[in-house]
C-alpha cells in the first residue's frame, strides 16, 4: 500500500510564503495524477491544485492569482511532490494533504496521510 507523507507546513505571516513536500513510497508514484488538498476546521476537504503525470498543473480558483504555474511540482525520481505556496491570507489556514487521484479529483486512490499544518496569520 502507498503511503503518503506531507510536510513543511508551520506557522505564518500573512504575506508569506511555504513550500509543502508530499513524499510517496511506492515505484507507482510516476505514473499518478497527483493534488494537494486542504481542511480547514469546520469546512470540508477540498482541492487545491493539480499536476499530471506529464506534468500539467491547474489551480483552484481560491489560489489563482497568488500561486505560478510552477507552484505545484513533482520530482518522480524521488516520488516528492511539493506546493510552493506564497501570499499566503488567513482564508489558507487548513491541514494540506495529498493523494494521487484518477479521473474526478476526488476519486483519490491511497489512504490519506497525516497532512501538514497550515497557519497564516494575520
Known amino acids: 500500500q502507498v503511503q503518503l507523507v506531507e510536510s513543511g507546513g508551520g506557522l505564518v505571516q500573512a504575506g508569506g510564503s511555504l513550500r509543502l513536500s508530499c513524499a510517496a513510497s511506492g515505484s507507482i508514484f510516476s505514473i499518478n495524477a497527483m493534488g494537494w488538498y486542504r481542511q480547514a476546521p469546520g469546512k470540508q476537504r477540498e482541492l487545491v491544485a493539480t499536476i499530471t503525470s506529464g506534468g500539467l498543473t491547474d489551480y483552484a480558483d481560491s489560489v489563482k492569482g497568488r500561486f505560478t504555474i510552477s507552484s505545484i511540482s513533482r520530482d518522480n525520481a524521488k516520488s516528492t511532490m511539493y506546493l510552493q505556496m506564497n501570499s499566503l491570507n488567513p482564508e489558507d489556514t487548513a491541514v494540506y494533504y495529498c493523494?494521487?487521484?484518477?479521473?474526478?479529483?476526488?476519486?483519490?486512490?491511497?489512504?490519506w496521510g497525516q497532512g501538514t499544518q497550515v497557519t497564516v496569520s494575520s
Open positions: 493523494n494521487a487521484y484518477s479521473g474526478d479529483y476526488y476519486h483519490v486512490l491511497y489512504k
